[in-house]
């Protein structure tokens, strides 16, 4: 079985400050890994993805996020944080051997000014 | 512009009675998706379809029914026996039921008890 921990449930920070959200997963077969973010009574809008390459991948709004596969970590970042970043961001991970994405319970980032 | 439409936005249910809940799409995907969300829970899936006709059962699938009668319609229906029915209910697409493509998401349906 498949699983995605994101350990805080809740991330305050000021504008213009670096953030980071942490995401773990827990799984016996290859994944792929996705980050989404929800603004309030929205969908899901895809922040960024790892497919597989370079562990480093860049997403939209200025996020990135590294894939640590001994660590098995995928954690989200940005260097300097906007009040319209304020949302919630979910973390998922999709089996090789599967069509299900299985999503981690979110982190809401409330960005002050 | 392609995209995910989903109906009603607010929706409010009477004890015993059945609700359905609109998913359309004009992306041309395959595979369709319900999400059930609550707070602190993050999303649970409720049914899914990779092809018309076609459909099974997620983690959470009892008390709903679905149907898959067009590659771009999924709706989704809350019978009566979902006894806990209040939440915010997420449709998604993909390009195919397998593989690597990231699933892309409506705007919701807040469904509440009266």
């Known amino acids: 079985a498949q699983s995605v921990t994101q350990l805080d449930s809740q991330v305050p920070v000021f504008e213009e400050a670096p953030v980071e959200l942490r995401c773990n997963y827990s799984?016996?077969?290859?994944?792929?890994l996705f980050w989404y973010v929800q603004y309030p009574n929205q969908g899901l809008q895809l922040l960024l993805k790892?497919?597989?390459?370079?562990?480093l991948v860049k997403g939209i709004n200025g996020f990135e996020a590294e894939f640590n596969k001994s660590q098995t970590s995928f954690h989200l970042r940005k260097p300097s944080v906007h009040i319209s970043d304020t949302a919630e961001y979910f973390c998922?991970?999709?089996?090789?051997?599967?069509?299900?994405?299985?999503f981690g319970t979110g982190t809401r980032l409330q960005v002050f000014p | 512009d392609g995209g995910i439409t989903q109906s009603p936005k607010y929706l409010f249910r009477k004890e015993g009675q059945n609700v359905t809940l609109s998913c359309e799409q004009n992306l041309n995907h395959d595979a369709m998706y319900w999400y059930r969300q609550d707070p602190g829970q993050g999303l649970r899936l409720i049914y899914y379809?990779?092809?018309?006709?076609?459909?099974q059962k997620g983690d959470i699938a009892e008390g709903y029914s679905v149907s898959r009668e067009k590659k771009e319609s999924f709706p989704l229906t809350v019978t009566s026996a979902q006894k806990n029915p209040t939440a915010f209910y997420l449709c998604?697409?993909?390009?195919?039921?397998?593989?690597?493509?990231?699933?892309?998401f409506g705007d919701g349906t807040r469904l509440s008890i009266l």
């Open positions: 379809s990779q092809i018309v006709n076609d459909f």
């Open positions: 790892y497919l597989s390459g370079s562990t």
């Open positions: 799984s016996s077969v290859s994944v792929y």
């Open positions: 998922a991970v999709r089996p090789y051997n599967t069509d299900k994405l299985i």
């Open positions: 998604a697409s993909s390009i195919t039921g397998t593989g690597n493509q990231p699933q892309h």
